[in-house]
């Protein structure tokens, strides 16, 4: 549990220390991007020299480029070697950082905030709390205590990370404090309107198509409660579609009553398989760690080196074990 002390003292270091790079996991989602951004441009304003870097060689999601400061994220081979400060950011396991390991290895402080369960406490200061709704919601706490220039641009990254952890304050983790840090947020500018516009309804046309692709390859396995689809090369090929833009298609098909788990495989660009996870009853976190994955109890995903109808059959028994 993170006590206010550890809050104080990790906003201590950040004003004592002048280099930092802060990080996140492969696949970064939008707590993600938005804790790295938002605690980014929080240091920059304190006068700190920080790099804000991404685990991986890929495209940034289309949804999330409008948020404050993203056009500021480098490739892994744009980030320097070592820095004095390494900060990584809703990263469960020291492995989720990719292609940065060497570099935070290479720091003299490896810092670890996250909110997921099954995080491994691999930093030499570690503030990890899964009572956290998201990872937002711990830079927010740092954010207040360092309080110089948290403006609105700080504010948006935030509710960002807030608003996608939390389902749109649907899930189960949403809790009175995710409501407080929203009322918060909007005061501070922050308007739910034009956060909702360009996460959810942003869509390319190419997308939408996709999309359609998607919701009629649906798969629904009655013996398992689970209902699933894949995206294949072809599908993105045939549709011009681009696989950053599917990060949210999982919840369209997590609307089927009859479902307990929903399921999307993904063909990546180096033949790996990318399955995203969601359920109403099953602890899919740990069928996700099964895989070497992770997540959270209702939303989870890993990567698996194996083909989609492999993969389907593995996942499959694995949630047949949680659901006895």
């Not at 949210?248 to 033949?271: C, H, P, Q, S």
């Amino acid at each position: 549990m993170i006590t206010n002390e550890d809050l104080d003292s990790l906003a201590e270091v950040m004003r004592q220390e002048d280099n930092f790079t802060i990080a996140t996991h492969v696949f970064p989602d939008g707590d993600s991007i938005g804790s790295v951004l938002a605690l980014g441009l929080l240091l920059q304003k304190m006068g700190k020299r920080v790099f804000m870097c991404w685990s991986e060689n890929v495209a940034i999601p289309p949804h999330y480029s409008f948020v404050p400061g993203v056009e500021m994220l480098k490739k892994p081979d744009d980030c320097p070697a070592a820095t004095r400060v390494f900060i990584a950011v809703d990263c469960a396991s020291f492995q989720r950082l990719g292609k940065l390991q060497e570099n935070a290895l290479k720091a003299d402080i490896l810092v670890n905030i996250d909110h997921h369960r099954d995080n491994t406490k691999f930093g030499k200061v570690n503030l990890v709390d899964e009572n956290y709704s998201a990872s937002a919601e711990i830079i927010y706490e740092l954010a207040k205590r360092l309080d110089s220039g948290f403006d609105q641009d700080i504010a948006v990254c935030l509710y960002v990370g807030l608003v996608t952890d939390t389902g749109r304050f649907q899930y189960g983790n949403t809790t009175e404090r995710s409501f407080e840090m929203a009322l918060d947020l909007v005061r501070r500018g922050v308007s739910p309107r034009y956060i909702f516009e360009n996460v959810y309804e942003n869509l390319s046309y190419a997308a939408l198509k996709l999309l359609g692709r998607v919701l009629a390859q649906a798969r629904f396995l009655p013996e398992a409660n689970l209902i699933y689809s894949v995206i294949t090369h072809q599908d993105l090929r045939e549709t011009q579609a681009i696989i950053e833009e599917t990060d949210n298609f999982i919840d369209y098909l997590r609307t089927v009553k009859a479902a307990d788990v929903a399921l999307i495989f993904k063909e990546m660009a180096d033949g790996s398989i990318k399955v995203s996870m969601r359920s109403k009853k099953v602890d899919i976190a740990l069928v996700a760690e099964k895989f070497g994955g992770g997540g959270h109890p209702n939303a989870a995903g890993f990567s698996s080196s194996k083909g989609i109808a492999e993969t389907l059959e593995d996942v499959v028994r694995e949630i047949a074990k949680r659901s006895q």
